[in-house]
Nanobody, 129 residues
Framework: QVQLVESGGDSVQAGGSLRLSCTASGLSFDDYAMGWFRQAPGKEREAMSCINWSGDRTYYADSVKGRFTISRDNAKNTLFLQMHSLKPEDTAMYYC??????????????????????WGQGTQVTVSS
């Protein structure tokens, strides 16, 4: 039973910061590439950032590059997303996802649609102006 649980979502003013966490269970964490996605009402789900099994390779979408940082702590089975300079357009449900690294690397996880992903339930981020 694979389970991904996000936490850290909150309501924050524009320009503020948040740190999201995703804890994984039911899988061998360092066998998986991990990623962060978001979905705002009426919009499609968007990949923001992904990271390989060891944490030494990353991918960032243009919309968050330079503002967000992805990292992982394999000893604690935890994925992080540090977000700075938040904007109202960052308001969305934020989801973490996992892909078996022997099938799909971090780039595939963030850019391809035909990837077998495990999903968390999401955590809400609201940025007010």
């Amino acid at each position: 039973q694979v389970q991904l649980v996000e936490s850290g979502g909150d309501s924050v003013q524009a320009g503020g910061s948040l740190r999201l966490s995703c804890t994984a269970s039911g899988l061998s964490f360092d066998d998986y590439a991990m990623g962060w996605f978001r979905q705002a009402p009426g919009k499609e789900r968007e990949a923001m950032s992904c990271i390989n099994w060891s944490g030494d390779r990353t991918y960032y979408a243009d919309s968050v590059k330079g503002r967000f940082t992805i990292s992982r702590d394999n000893a604690k089975n935890t994925l992080f997303l540090q977000m700075h300079s938040l904007k109202p357009e960052d308001t969305a449900m934020y989801y973490c996802a996992a892909a078996f690294s022997r099938y799909d690397n971090e780039y595939a996880l963030c850019t391809r649609r035909d990837v077998r992903r495990h999903w968390g339930q999401g955590t809400q981020v609201t940025v007010s102006s």
